[in-house]
């Protein structure tokens, strides 16, 4: 099946610093969408991506799909304490069996030290 | 509109037994999926319904199952749990037929501990 891998695994910032998080896949994607976990929390819908070279604003946070729509990023400009959490990237994908899937990378761990 | 619920928040059983888990979706969604979620292995798909059909199955044994009512509630039952059974159970609901494509609405999840 699809495999996605997300860097870095952690990333401990200093409250004010930026963030970035990567997503790569050796095959091409349809889409890609970004979610946040809370420490104790459950995956919340950040954004989704379809064209190639698209970007995306939510107030802080920049959104991309790379131009061979094999790869994205999140980044965070100027981190604070709300921003502490789990971020995963998910592509759909078809599975070994043929199911069409939502396959989800291991996440970036983000501490923020105020 | 109320979010994803699921029940029981909080589950503990032994070796061996079986469980059923529940999860109501957003009013209005059909499409409910599952979702493991463990250290080790992170988030993995379970299995999708749409109107009472499963479209999608992960990875698992068949000692998963699942199923979705006419209202798209749904359950998962795991049977003859394995300690390695442990783990954060998620349920997502979204608004469209094929979850892969759609945002995802997820439930608080039910976290089961196998003893």
């Known amino acids: 099946g699809q495999q996605v891998m997300q860097i870095p695994q952690y990333q401990h910032v200093q409250e004010g610093e930026d963030f970035t998080t990567y997503c790569n896949s050796s095959?091409?994607?349809?889409?890609i969408q970004w979610y946040k976990q809370r420490p104790g929390g459950h995956p919340v819908f950040l954004i989704q991506?379809?064209?190639?070279?698209e970007v995306k604003k939510q107030k802080r946070l920049t959104f991309q799909f790379g131009e061979a729509k094999k790869n994205s990023s999140l980044h965070i400009t100027a981190t604070q304490t709300t921003d502490v959490g789990t971020y995963f990237c998910?592509?759909?994908?078809?599975?070994?069996?043929?199911?069409?899937?939502?396959?989800f990378g291991k996440g970036t761990k983000l501490s923020v030290i105020p | 509109k109320a979010g994803v619920t699921q029940t029981p928040r909080y589950l503990i059983k032994t070796r061996g037994q079986q469980v059923t888990l529940s999860c109501s979706p957003i009013?209005?969604?059909?499409?409910v999926s599952w979702y493991q979620q463990t250290p080790g292995q992170g988030l993995q798909f379970l299995f999708e319904?749409?109107?009472?059909?499963?479209?999608n199955k992960g990875n698992f044994p068949g000692r998963f199952s699942g199923r979705q009512f006419s209202n798209s509630r749904s359950e998962m039952n795991v049977s003859t749990l394995e300690l390695g059974d442990s783990a954060l159970y998620l349920c997502?609901?979204?608004?469209?037929?094929?979850?892969?494509?759609?945002?995802?609405?997820f439930g608080p999840g039910t976290r089961l501990t196998v003893t």
């Open positions: 319904y749409f109107s009472e059909t499963q479209r």
């Open positions: 998910a592509v759909g994908s078809y599975s070994g069996a043929g199911s069409y899937q939502l396959t």
């Open positions: 991506l379809v064209k190639s070279g």
């Open positions: 997502a609901s979204s608004s469209g037929w094929q979850a892969a494509t759609y945002e995802q609405y």
């Open positions: 009013s209005g969604h059909r499409s």
């Open positions: 095959t091409t994607l349809s889409n």
